[in-house]
């Protein structure tokens, strides 16, 4: 089975400075790994995926994340923050099937000006 | 290309009436998937559906009920409604083939309050 925690619900950083928002996952095969952004009233969005190569995933928006098999994280960074990234966040994992896709609780992004 | 669509955006439902919501999938995409999103929390899979079959489960009772048509838009359907069945419940298509692993695009959803 697997499963997603995001550690932090909340986090809170200044404009231009770095963003890390914490994801852990639990999983008995290779995952399959997605960052979500959700805007208020909003559907989810995709940010980028791992699924196989290289573990530096680049996404939109100037986000990234690190696949770390040793760790069992998919923490996602930005160098520099900006107003516009206020939302929540959400990270997912699928098993190899495809056929279940589980989110973590959502960590909510307050950008300071 | 137009993206997920979900009607209606808002619906109010009265404890143990049944429920109907729709989705029009993304054009090109053969998968479909539903998400429930109570206040706070992050998405619950509901299911999915691939070639007009549900090929995965999460844990939902059976009164959570689903279709995929030719066209790859879908229903959930949800019987005897109960107070905690108030969310927003999203669906998502992928071109996936019957899996996840391109992950998903996502409509605005629907905001179900039961009463």
């Known amino acids: 089975a697997q499963s997603v925690t995001q550690l932090g619900s909340h986090v809170s950083v200044s404009e231009g400075a770095l963003v890390l928002l914490r994801c852990n996952y639990s999983?008995?095969?290779?995952?399959?790994l997605f960052w979500y952004v959700q805007y208020p009233n909003q559907g989810l969005q995709l940010l980028l995926k791992?699924?196989?190569?290289?573990?530096l995933v680049k996404g939109i928006n100037g986000f990234e994340a690190e696949f770390k098999k040793s760790e069992t994280s998919f923490h996602l960074t930005k160098p520099s923050a900006h107003m516009s990234d206020a939302a929540e966040y959400f990270c997912?994992?699928?098993?190899?099937?495809?056929?279940?896709?589980?989110f973590g609780t959502g960590t909510s992004l307050t950008v300071i000006p | 290309e137009t993206g997920v669509t979900q009607s209606p955006t808002h619906l109010i439902k009265t404890r143990g009436q049944q429920v109907t919501l729709r989705c029009s999938s993304q054009?090109?995409?053969?998968?479909v998937s539903w998400y429930q999103q109570a206040l706070g929390q992050g998405p619950q899979f509901i299911f999915q559906?691939?070639?007009?079959?549900?090929?995965g489960r999460g844990n939902f009772p059976p009164r959570f009920s689903g279709l995929q048509f030719p066209n790859y838009s879908s229903e959930l359907n949800v019987n005897a409604l109960e107070l905690d069945d108030s969310a927003l419940y999203l669906c998502?298509?992928?071109?996936?083939?019957?899996?996840?692993?391109?992950?998903?695009?996502f409509g605005s959803g629907t905001r179900l309050t039961v009463v």
């Open positions: 999983s008995s095969v290779p995952p399959y």
């Open positions: 998502a298509s992928s071109p996936g083939g019957g899996t996840s692993n391109y992950g998903y695009t």
């Open positions: 997912a994992v699928s098993d190899n099937t495809g056929n279940q896709f589980y």
């Open positions: 559906y691939y070639r007009e079959e549900e090929n």
């Open positions: 054009s090109g995409h053969n998968t």
């Open positions: 791992y699924t196989t190569g290289a573990t």
